[in-house]
């Protein structure tokens, strides 16, 4: 079936096998970002947001979200983080937004892309719960892997 790995020959979904493949080194880095208007970018740059510390509460939902990533997308497999780090880049320039970078590590059988891009995509959903009272209009944009290191395919960095 047209190298997608996770339909069998009768084109059925199914988790893929990683039993033989062997232990290595993986990294994956997303990012992604939400747009807003200045004056909710200068409320979070004071903390003065009402529901607490908008981007110490991303964080760590982005970090758990990386843990928990098994339990969202059906076919992932549950996997041992040796690392994840959610980290954000106030930009306060023509489109005011905060970019957000999420880098996973493991040393397993399989890939963590999954992983970064749902600690990005749930970081930046979290900012916008924190912050829709003042802004509804925020709009997430650019997800997207970064780079990805380690396993039988190799390293990726996008262009």
């Known amino acids: 079936m047209s190298g997608l790995t996770h ?6 979904a199914h988790m893929v096998d990683v039993a033989a493949k ?3 080194h993986r990294v994956a880095i997303a990012q992604g970002r939400i747009e807003m208007l200045a004056a909710t ?5 004071s903390g003065t ?8 509460i991303a ?28 980290d954000f880049e106030l930009q306060p320039g023509a489109v005011p937004a ?3 970078t999420a880098t996973v590590e493991t040393v397993g059988p399989t890939g963590v ?8 995509n749930v970081a930046l959903l979290t900012i916008y719960d924190m912050c829709k009272a003042v802004d509804r209009g925020m ?7 970064v780079e990805k290191h380690g396993g039988k395919s190799g390293s990726y960095v996008a262009p």
Not at 7 to 12: R, S, Y
Not at 50 to 56: E, R
């Open 41 to 45: 970018l200068a409320i979070i740059q």
């Open 49 to 56: 947001v009402k529901k607490g510390d908008v981007l110490g």
């Open 7 to 12: 339909f069998d020959e009768q084109g059925q």
């Open 139 to 145: 709009t997430m944009t650019g997800v997207h892997l």
């Open 98 to 100: 905060v970019e957000c």
């Open 113 to 120: 892309e999954m992983e970064a891009l749902t600690a990005v």
């Open 59 to 86: 964080r760590i939902a982005g970090i758990q979200a990386a843990k928990k990533t098994s339990d969202l997308i059906p076919l992932c497999h549950p996997l041992a983080l040796t690392r994840v780090a959610v």
């Open 22 to 24: 062997p232990a290595t």
